[in-house]
């Protein structure tokens, strides 16, 4: 592979409804992917991806890739300064259109601007929720009203966001929603509990939808993501260089295996997990809960146990 780097390669997916994958569902797909730098080729124009959190980190390089695969963009944060200069360089680089939304998507007017445009911008189809912020501290050494705008960013604005796209793109019978959550979703214990809970809320909200939006055409995927080199670490409270690096990924290589997910069809990519069945086994344990999580009575071993 290697080897090739040098040679544009095109390549076509062409994803049939009802293609078997481990997991999701896929709608019909054409992306014509150029590689290697050279300029972007694409078969038809797939519209524009709306992107938060776009002036750093993961969301930034979902922008870079999005625009190569011949995505018109939206990039919405707060840093303008920042949005400017990652504007210039992909919007020459590419050729697309970037446009620049300056928004606090912790303050409710805000994000209801954003969430305007979503609703009415028509070009837009996909949505890109990734703008979030983390903590590692425990409960204790906590900041309660921290915690509450981390809620306020990470699920409550993401939701609206969600909101705002979805009727359009059922409606128009096509669209994508990229959700950024964390492995903290499954794995709480790992940083601050409230930053799993937000996650665990993204990854539950992105299931749910998944299966009520079955056959309209609309994709959501959940993206799990270690460890990542970026800045959430700093803003969270941990440096990135505190954490062992053979946990820590490169955010270019976890966006790239994050999209191959979505290509793949896949309503979860955990980008770092080495066995898909690991996850498989996750979730079929999780379904066979689903008949015995609601009964008309307290299961056996409650019974007879003094409790007052
Ligand atoms: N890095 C990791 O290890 C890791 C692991 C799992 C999941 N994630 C998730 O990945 C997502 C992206 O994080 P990252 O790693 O790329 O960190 P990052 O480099 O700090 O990027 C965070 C982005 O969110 C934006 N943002 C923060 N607060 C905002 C606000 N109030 N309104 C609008 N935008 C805001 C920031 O832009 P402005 O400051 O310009 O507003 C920035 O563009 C987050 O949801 C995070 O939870 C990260």
Redesign the pocket.
Known sequence: MVATSCVLKRRIYDIQDGCQHAYGSLRRWRLAIAFEGTAPRTTQHPGTALV?????????IYADRLARRGYGLIL????RA??DTLAARISNETGRSVEIVT?????GA?VRRVADILKMDRSITMLVN?????ATAPALQSDIDEMEAMIG??VT?LTRLTYAALPGFVARGAGTIVN?????AVGPEILNGV?GGT?AFVLALTQSLHKELADTGVTVQAV????????????AGTP?DHLPAAI?MK?TEMVDAALAGLVRGELVTIPSLPDVADWIAYEGARQALMPNLSHARPAARYAGVPVA
């Open positions: 938060t959190g776009a002036s750093s980190g993961i969301g930034a919405v944060a707060r840093n920042r949005l928004a606090d998507l912790g303050q805000d990734n703008a979030g912020v983390g960013l990470n604005a950024i959550s964390s492995i903290a930053y996650k799990l993501p270690g460890a990542t080199a970026t800045e959430f670490w700093d803003v990135v820590v955010a």
